[in-house]
């Protein structure tokens, strides 16, 4: 993991960028500086850029970690609040059966929207920031950003989860038919 500080989006790689397609490498020293200090980073980053979540690939560094961080904004307004959260080596250990399509943008993916079929509820097992290990089940939008966030670490975009093109539409155009 390499010693890097990334303080805005322009430093966001980018759709394109060999980073966003590999499977990223498991953490091992979660408590490490290397670790400590991406995470940071990555905090910084996802909250210039008014994010609801980011993954390592994202800020090129091959980490399976992710960064949560849902609330209300102009991208997501009715997004649900919730504490910047850490996600470290995380996997969905159960799917719920339901699947629902909806809007899901993407800070590697700028202008573009998405309607992508995802998971309703999901339970999940990953490590936190200090290293405690997580079991939860989650549900609705932040179900949808834990699994567009795992996505990344595993090389995929949200573009990867589209059921056909026709679902794909400029951010303008999303603005212009759903946000008024």
């Given at each position: 993991m390499?010693?890097?500080?990334?303080?805005d989006?322009?430093?966001?790689?980018?759709?394109?960028?060999?980073?966003?397609?590999?499977?990223?490498?498991?953490?091992?020293?979660?408590?490490?500086?290397?670790?400590?200090?991406?995470?940071?980073?990555?905090?910084?980053?996802?909250?210039?850029?008014?994010?609801?979540?980011?993954?390592?690939?994202?800020?090129?560094?091959?980490?399976?970690?992710?960064?949560?961080?849902?609330?209300?904004?102009?991208?997501?307004?009715?997004?649900?609040?919730?504490e910047?959260?850490?996600?470290?080596?995380?996997?969905?250990?159960?799917?719920?059966?339901?699947?629902?399509?909806?809007?899901?943008?993407?800070?590697?993916?700028?202008?573009?929207?998405?309607?992508?079929?995802?998971?309703?509820?999901?339970?999940?097992?990953?490590?936190?920031?200090?290293?405690?290990?997580?079991?939860r089940?989650?549900?609705?939008?932040?179900?949808?950003?834990?699994?567009?966030?795992?996505?990344?670490?595993?090389g995929?975009?949200?573009?990867?989860?589209?059921?056909?093109?026709?679902?794909?539409?400029?951010?303008?155009?999303?603005?212009?038919?759903?946000?008024?």
């Amino acid at each position: 993991m390499a010693n890097t500080t990334t303080k805005d989006k322009s430093n966001i790689a980018q759709l394109g960028a060999q980073v966003l397609r590999q499977r990223a490498l498991e953490v091992d020293d979660i408590l490490g500086d290397d670790c400590q200090n991406l995470i940071k980073a990555m905090m910084s980053t996802v909250q210039a850029a008014g994010g609801v979540g980011i993954a390592a690939p994202q800020v090129h560094h091959s980490a399976r970690i992710f960064i949560m961080c849902s609330k209300p904004n102009a991208r997501y307004p009715g997004a649900p609040l919730m504490e910047p959260t850490a996600i470290i080596n995380p996997e969905i250990i159960e799917y719920s059966d339901e699947k629902v399509k909806d809007w899901e943008g993407c800070l590697s993916v700028p202008s573009m929207r998405g309607l992508v079929p995802r998971h309703t509820r999901i339970k999940v097992r990953y490590f936190d920031q200090q290293g405690i290990e997580h079991n939860r089940e989650l549900n609705g939008f932040i179900a949808r950003i834990f699994q567009h966030e795992l996505d990344h670490l595993n090389g995929l975009t949200f573009i990867d989860q589209l059921e056909t093109t026709q679902d794909l539409i400029s951010e303008s155009e999303w603005y212009k038919q759903y946000c008024r």
